[in-house]
């Protein structure tokens, strides 16, 4: 097991990015040996965060088949100090394989009431820039004239690795770690430019106080696997708020005062034999313990537990 930790200069200062988020926020990115969650695994790790106003750069490299729970651990350590987990495409890959892990080695993920910033997913809303033709993390440090020392790609790293476990070079190590390092370390200007050019600093705001919610069931969407929704709410608020987490997704608009929602959710029978959909509470983060929800019985919509899922949601990110 390498462990590098990086204190940089200063923070930059012009970032368009809330203070309180920042601080709270840790930058995260994984190299692993193949695309498989099952049979490829973890072997390099970077995070960075905020430390008074300095750039903390920790790494964590597996240079054994049998550091990969280590490495599990020194992700979870981490994500328990922080609110905010950025990433850029980590809600498809990185989240979910460091998930997978954590089952196998038995390891707390503490992503629970964490609110997951996928960066990817906001810049692919708007479209590619003019002069892009794709929307890779290289492609867009690019546009924002962010020039990189590493030129390698995913592939490279992985044959890299390959050729450093036969013949453990420190020259093969340090190109791997500063391409990890260098994934982590543009994150922050490029969520300042999507918050600023993207979202229009939408992006990811505190939630205000609300006191009235009411469910609009005409616009009720009911798929095999979610279920989307509309809330209006008193008072309006003055910002645009956006959270993307794996099971749901949630957008509170300036300009409507409502809520959209988007639940993943599971279906199968209760002990009457009666078709329903349901969410699990542990799953969600709104629980230690396995308990379900019932939000669909029989093709009826529980309004109740709708609304009671919706308010438990919208406090776990206002805290």
Known sequence: MIFKEIITKEFHQDLHI??????????????????????SNIFLCSVLYNENSHYVIEQFFGDTSDSEKNLVLFISNHFMQKKYIVTYNGNAFDIPFYENKCKKHDVISNLDQKTLIDLY?????????????????????????INRTDQLDGEDLIRLYKSY???PK???LDLMLVHNR?????LPCVFSYVNKHVSRGSIIMEKPSYNTLNLSKKKIQVKRNSIKFSLSCFPVIEYDLIVNSLLYKFLWSKQSAKIEFELLVREGF???EEYIKYIS???YGLSRYEKYLILENNHSINDKNLLLLSRLLLETHSK
């Open 270 to 272: 209760n002990n009457d």
């Open 165 to 167: 476990k036969i013949t």
């Open 182 to 186: 260098e994934d982590v370390l543009s």
């Open 121 to 145: 997913l906001q810049v692919k809303k708007s479209g590619l820039p003019k002069g892009l033709d794709n929307f890779k993390l290289k492609t867009i440090e690019k546009s924002m004239d």
């Open 170 to 172: 420190e020259e093969y």
């Open 281 to 283: 509470l542990k799953e």
């Open 18 to 39: 809330d203070p309180h988020i920042l601080q709270n926020s840790i930058f995260f990115d994984i190299e692993t040996t193949g695309l498989s969650r099952v049979y």
